[in-house]
């Protein structure tokens, strides 16, 4: 059994189970947030001590809660708890200890941005673990001077617009849960048009028979959308796949086109059109090659948004019109076909985004679809404009990435390249993508959470 460290030096130690709680239903922890705590604790070992103030031959806590709520956690993760630091603290009975307890959780003092940074600068480390006294989790605070009505980059774009996105972090989470509470909404008939809730869309996505596909992140594809599609706006995804870029897209008041091969999954598509209530998405069955034909004459994009397969990671089926059975050369001229023709169909300054990863060759290099995405948009005169790395998968990659690692130096890949392109003018591209914050901040607000997170539980 591993003993947690304890790294700093006081002149009193207690066992933890003599240290009674003193605080009451003062502060809330969710699992989320102790589990943070256990691996802060197990990185840094006990680093602050434990203030207790002694009466009566009890040893009541003051400030060290968390940790000690942390401790059964801790335990079953297979650690001891050794003596832990103390200082005793003085206090001339349980009002002035309580009113000690309070100070110590006060804040005298804000956080500004000068301070903040200055304070920050050359760390680094893990944000998404990091809580505010009051027991927040940190968020990056929104700096531009004119717009003081948020608290938050997450509050204001959903996400921080960085080049890393991480889907385990809090924010994505959080973000999950606010579909959650969209879906509540649209239950008590509010915003008719939203997600009933994403856990059900899932649960059906999977229930159905059709082969186990990846299933496409809704909280990426609602990202993606708000940034950088106009409100409203037409969106034409060439290898559709399942439902998930569709649903969300009419639930967000968008037009949706998607068009896929394989009709089975098309019909599967459309088995779950209910879920949206006003933009119902389109799925058009056939050869994207022939978009010429197949897409209503006139129809222009206001964004393209596509999941392409990744070679032949996946094989969707036999059809030999199907990219993921082709030999790469194929692929790749059918791929820049058509990435060709749905550029053609995109509107002047406005946005693309394919979602890509490698996938690796029988010899076991990979074919480049990533370089191989950007050129095929660059040859058909839409400029590469962002990378943004989506990590996934991490636990689940490293039990099974020694093996593979050993034997042939390959990484164990745990994320996906969102590549994003702009045709045109990106001022003007931006200009039409105003993002409704108010319409973000209502979706989030803390009543709706709450109420979330209890059907959730
Ligand atoms: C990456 S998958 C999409 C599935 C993915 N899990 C998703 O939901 O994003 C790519 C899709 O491209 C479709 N596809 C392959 N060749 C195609 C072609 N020539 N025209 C249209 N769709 C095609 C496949 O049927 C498959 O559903």
Redesign the pocket.
């Known amino acids: 059994m591993n003993e947690i460290r304890v790294t700093c030096k006081t002149a009193d130690s207690l066992p933890y189970g003599d240290i009674t709680p003193f605080q009451g239903k003062l502060k809330k922890r969710t699992d989320e947030m102790l589990g943070k705590l256990c691996r802060s604790i197990i990185k840094h070992g006990w680093s602050f001590p434990e203030f207790i103030w002694k009466s009566e031959n009890m040893n009541y806590c003051l400030d060290g809660h968390g940790r000690l709520a942390a401790v059964p956690m801790l335990e079953k993760m297979g650690y001891s708890i050794p003596p832990l630091p103390v200082v005793f603290v003085e206090a001339k009975d349980e009002s002035e200890a309580k009113e000690l307890l309070l100070k110590l959780n006060s804040q005298f003092g804000i956080i500004d941005v000068e301070g903040f940074r200055e304070f920050i600068n050359g760390l680094e480390m893990e944000w998404g673990d990091l809580a505010l006294p009051s027991g927040e989790l940190f968020e990056f605070p929104d700096i531009l001077p004119d717009e003081g009505k948020h608290r938050s980059l997450a509050e204001r774009f959903i996400i921080p617009p960085l080049s890393v996105f991480r889907v385990a972090s809090g924010y994505w989470q959080d973000r999950k849960k606010a579909w959650l509470s969209l879906g509540i909404k649209s239950e008590r008939g509010r915003n008719d048009g939203m997600l009933k809730n994403m856990a059900a869309l899932e649960k059906k996505i999977r229930g159905s028979n059709l082969p186990s596909?990846?299933?496409?992140d809704p909280v990426l594809c609602e990202i993606m959308y708000r940034w950088f599609c106009p409100a409203g706006g037409q969106i034409l995804d060439?290898?559709?796949?399942?439902s998930?870029?569709g649903i969300i897209a009419g639930s967000l008041n968008y037009d949706y086109t998607g068009?896929?091969?394989?009709q089975e999954?098309v019909l599967a598509n459309y088995e779950q059109i209910e879920i949206v209530k006003d933009k119902k998405p389109v799925w058009i069955c056939?050869?994207?090659?022939n978009m010429d034909t197949s897409l209503p004459s006139g129809f222009e994009a206001d964004f393209i948004f596509?999941?392409?397969?990744?070679a032949n990671l996946?094989v969707?089926?036999k059809?030999p019109?199907?990219?993921?059975n082709m030999d790469y050369p194929e692929f790749r001229a059918?791929y820049g076909d058509?990435i060709k023709k749905a550029c053609a169909r995109l509107k002047e300054d406005s946005f693309a985004c394919f979602?890509v990863g490698e996938a690796r060759s029988k010899i076991g290099t990979y074919y480049g679809l990533v370089p191989d995405t950007v050129k095929a948009f660059e040859e058909a005169g839409v400029h590469f404009y962002n990378e943004m790395i989506l990590v996934t998968q991490i636990a689940a990659k490293a039990l099974t990435v020694a093996e593979g690692f050993v034997k042939s130096r390959k990484i164990g890949k745990i994320h996906q390249n969102i590549l994003v392109f702009v045709k045109g003018d990106p001022i003007k591209a931006a200009a039409k993508c105003k993002i409704d914050r108010q319409e973000l901040i209502d979706a989030i607000s803390g009543e709706e959470k709450a109420e979330a997170e209890e059907v959730t539980a």
């Open positions: 596909e990846s299933i496409f060439p290898f559709a796949g399942g998930v870029r068009i896929d091969l394989r999954q056939g050869d994207s090659r596509s999941c392409p397969p990744y996946e969707y089926s059809q019109e199907d990219l993921s059918a058509i979602v």
